[in-house]
């Protein structure tokens, strides 16, 4: 009979190991203790060891930043004195106008016609084409000389207004002259006519070029000149025949007109449409005076007693009418706005100081 006995059997004892003894140190060697790892398999899954990182050294602590200084305010700025404030200029002249120009040359081309008329009257020249080569030679040497008082001087509207203005008062006093002179023939009248107009437009361009008037003083100066002349027409309407005392009249009326017009003209602030509408209120004015005083007359018949009264009636109002309607043409354009060249501004005195330091006073204005 068999037994089998199953079951654990210890080992048997084993004596214990003495300890390890520890060598004595020796002097200048550091003593090393020897590690003992227990044998282990081989496992090639397990993880290497990593090293473990060195430690960083600390940062040395930065000097904190001063706080910035609070910014100081700004000393208000300490207003300056008041100081005039400087008017503006007054607007300089117009654009240049290539129509007064030709109001210019027109003037003395009707010169030149007048002298070319002359040549023919005394020379007695009978052949067509001749005279009409000889007025048209006046009318482009007349022309050709006011062309070249345009391209010398500065021409505006005072100066042309001037010239003609001129030129026709110097034929009309020409004319004038007729019967003092004791001119009876073509050539004698053709040059008192001539000398006139000649004399007449020299002293107006000359005058325009000088008293730099405005537009509408020089319009002021020919209303004036027109009315002077109407004045003493219906004054002498009336006269069956034309004497000494009627001539001395209509010259009287017409340099009177011209002189007031000069004189008075200066010292006007009036615009060319202030101007242009009182011409043409006195001369509407003349027409109705002219018209009630025909109305108001009794008709005519063969006496000559009532012609003349119905005439110097009638005369007498358009003269009226025209005197009446200058004044209402002035009221109802006293509100217009004055010309701007006739504005004068104020001197104006404004302290400066130089690049260098200098100090001193500007002054402004019109002197």
Wanted: glycine content about 14%; aromatic content about 6%; overall charge negative.
């Amino acid at each position: 009979m068999s037994v089998v006995a199953t079951g654990c059997i210890p080992p048997p004892p084993q004596d214990p190991q003495p300890p390890m003894q520890q060598p004595a140190p020796v002097a200048g060697v550091t003593p090393t203790t020897p590690q003992t790892m227990p044998a282990q398999p081989a496992d090639p899954y397990a993880q290497q060891p990593q090293a473990y990182p060195q430690p960083q050294p600390y940062p040395q602590p930065q000097p904190q930043p001063q706080p910035y200084p609070q910014p100081q305010p700004y000393p208000q700025p300490q207003p300056y004195a008041q100081q005039p404030q400087p008017q503006p200029l007054p607007p300089g002249p117009p654009p240049h106008n290539h129509f007064h120009d030709g109001e210019v040359i027109l003037d003395f081309a009707t010169l030149g016609t007048l002298a070319s008329i002359d040549i023919l009257v005394r020379q007695d020249v009978t052949n067509g084409d001749a005279g009409t080569f000889i007025v048209l030679a006046g009318i482009a040497g007349g022309g050709g000389l006011g062309y070249l008082l345009t391209q010398k001087f500065p021409i505006d509207a005072s100066v042309a207004h001037a010239t003609t203005i001129g030129t026709i008062v110097g034929i009309a006093d020409g004319a004038l002259l007729i019967q003092p002179t004791g001119a009876n023939t073509g050539t004698s009248v053709l040059g008192l006519l001539l000398a006139g107009g000649a004399v007449g437009a020299a002293g107006g361009f000359i005058y325009g070029e000088n008293a730099e008037l405005t537009p509408g003083q020089a319009t002021f100066v020919t209303n004036m000149t027109v009315l002077g002349s109407l004045t003493a027409l219906n004054v002498i309407a009336a006269k069956d025949n034309f004497g000494g005392w009627e001539d001395a009249t209509l010259a009287i009326g017409i340099d009177g007109g011209l002189l007031a017009g000069v004189l008075i003209a200066p010292h006007l602030d009036w615009s060319a449409h202030r101007s242009g509408v009182v011409f043409a209120s006195a001369f509407v004015g003349a027409l109705v005076g002219g018209l009630v005083g025909g109305l108001a007359t009794k008709p005519t018949n063969d006496n000559n007693d009532d012609t003349n009264t119905s005439v110097t009636v009638t005369t007498a109002c358009a003269t009226a009418g025209m005197w009446g309607g200058l004044g209402l043409g002035i009221l109802m354009t006293k509100d217009d706005r004055p010309d701007p060249r006739t504005a004068a501004a104020p001197t104006t005195m404004v302290p400066f100081v130089g690049d260098r330091g200098q100090m001193g006073m500007a002054v402004g204005g019109t002197f």
